[in-house]
């Protein structure tokens, strides 16, 4: 399951996609708009800028931007940083393999089989979603609503 802090920077992510090109945005302004706890919203913040994902700006007129085009960022991106491994069990994971204890074969284990599928599905769709993927369903969800 995504835990609460990747959905939480996935949140502060497409706020900060929807405003004006590199203008600084507030904390106090993203936790409000999207009911995040300020002092935690501040640590996601601060693991982005370290990420290269976010800048930020210090004094008046400061506050966090998109680094990069909203187009260059995926919800993988986002989702690794602060989960790691997408994988729902370590021996299909690319960063994180590790063997699993039970397992007789990993080579003929027909469960890794199916869950390596669903890896690599599910790493597929997190890598198409970047951040203005996101902002356009968004928009397609809004339309449907009325």
Known sequence: ??????????????????????????????????KIPKKFLEAILLELRK??????????????????????????????????AIALVPCVAHK?????EECIDEITCPIREVFRVIREQTVATLKDNTFAELLLKEKKLKRYRK
Do not use: W
């Not at 004094?59 to 940083?81: E, F, H, N, Q, T």
């Open 1 to 34: 399951m995504i835990t609460k802090k990747s959905k939480y920077a996935i949140k502060a992510l497409i706020y900060l996609a929807k405003q004006e090109k590199s203008k600084p945005v507030l904390i106090e302004e993203i936790s409000t708009e999207e």
């Open 96 to 100: 994180y393999y590790e063997p699993c």
């Open 51 to 84: 990420a290269g994902i976010l800048g930020s700006k210090k004094g008046k007129g400061g506050g966090y931007y998109l680094l990069k085009p909203a187009s260059d960022i995926s919800m993988a991106d986002v989702m690794r940083l602060f989960d790691g």
